[in-house]
Nanobody, 120 residues
Framework: QVQLVESGGGLVQPGGSLRLSCAAS????????AGWYRQAPGTERELVAA???????NYADSVKGRFTISRDNGKNTVYLQMNSLKPEDTAVYYC??????????????WGQGTQVTVSS
């Protein structure tokens, strides 16, 4: 059974940074796409960033220039570096994995989520 485990969330002040990690078992990131989604209370889950097998990336307009998705194939882990965080970035962040078309439409495998809270 595919398992994705997110970590790295927490409480951070506006303007701060966090790095989220997504460690995978029984799915290999080097031959699959991966993505990060987020969901704030009362809102739908939205795609934040995705990375394809070839390293191509896709970002939501709201995080472009602030967030960076990357992958360490040796550790089978995907990261989301989040800089210049804003209160509106507060949400539960979820890792997703599968083919590119599946990941970018939210149909892949999901982790359990990690809470990110941006507040002073």
């Amino acid at each position: 059974q595919v398992q994705l485990v997110e970590s790295g969330g927490g409480l951070v002040q506006p303007g701060g940074s966090l790095r989220l990690s997504c460690a995978a078992s029984r799915i290999i990131f080097s031959i699959n796409a991966a993505g990060w989604y987020r969901q704030a209370p009362g809102t739908e889950r939205e795609l934040v960033a995705a990375i394809g097998v070839g390293g191509n990336t896709n970002y939501a307009d709201s995080v472009k220039g602030r967030f960076t998705i990357s992958r360490d194939n040796g550790k089978n882990t995907v990261y989301l570096q989040m800089n210049s965080l804003k209160p509106e970035d507060t949400a539960v962040y979820y890792c997703n994995a599968g083919s590119w078309g599946v990941v970018t439409t939210g149909g892949g495998y999901w982790g359990q989520g990690t809470q990110v809270t941006v507040s002073s």
